[in-house]
């Protein structure tokens, strides 16, 4: 069996992160969520709460792909990395935290466009997870008290911003299933129910690379 690092892209409030955690359990590896920013911040320099404010958050910038292909040459230390703003420095540490923590073994990645920092890795399969509308607001109903108009002004706020910021920085469309391995509705299959999909997605690879 190879070693496989598995990212977990999901709408907000569908209980992806609670995929992501289980799936590491059952397997027996780490997953990183907010942990992606700790070790980000430890790699940069930069403190935490920088990354905080920015997670997966948008830029206007229209810059950033002229940037982008100067750092890809010069790295951390090149006078644009040292120019560009606060939220690419941000992206760019967090893409390098993914690509070292994805290199030291099996591992779980939820959000924060991992599966397009791994896109040269075969062996990462990355998951989507979404839910009916109804699903996720009685989650955002039980986790932080809101009422019907509140949970679906918050879902859609947060689920535009994650979108944005995915597709600006991967230049591919989020939560298309074109973008994944494997798309998953969490309200018909439950969080076991996503972990086995997953699992028996990566055991069906497997046993065809093994052909």
Same mark, same amino acid.
């Given at each position: ?7 977990? %892209? ?47 958050? +948008? ?20 006078? +644009?990395?040292?120019?560009? +703003? ?19 073994? +099996? ?67 989020? %939560? ?36």
């Amino acid at each position: 069996m190879r070693d496989y690092v598995y990212t977990i %892209g999901r709408e907000f409030g569908s209980d992806g992160k609670n995929v992501g955690f289980a799936l590491a359990e059952k397997l027996g590896i780490n997953c990183y969520d907010k942990e992606l920013l700790t070790e980000a911040a430890k790699q940069s320099g930069f403190c935490e709460e920088i990354f905080e404010n920015h997670d997966e958050k +948008p830029t206007n910038s229209f810059l950033y792909s002229l940037v982008m292909d100067t750092y890809s040459i010069n790295g951390y230390s090149s006078a +644009p990395f040292l120019d560009m +703003p606060l939220n690419h420095k941000v992206f760019l540490a967090q893409f390098e935290a993914i690509k070292k923590i994805a290199s030291e073994g +099996p591992c779980v990645l939820v959000g924060r466009c991992a599966d397009y920092a791994l896109s040269d890795n075969p062996n990462c399969i990355n998951a989507f997870v979404h839910a009916d509308l109804d699903y996720r607001i009685e989650n955002m109903k039980k986790r932080f008290g809101m009422n019907e108009k509140q949970a679906k002004d918050t879902l859609a706020k947060k689920d535009k911003q994650r979108a944005s910021y995915y597709n600006y920085y991967t230049s591919k469309k989020w %939560g298309d299933s074109r973008s994944y391995h494997l798309t998953l509705d969490i309200s018909e299959l439950g969080i076991d129910g996503c972990v086995d999909m997953i699992i028996r997605y990566r055991d069906l690879l497997e046993a065809q690379r093994n052909k």
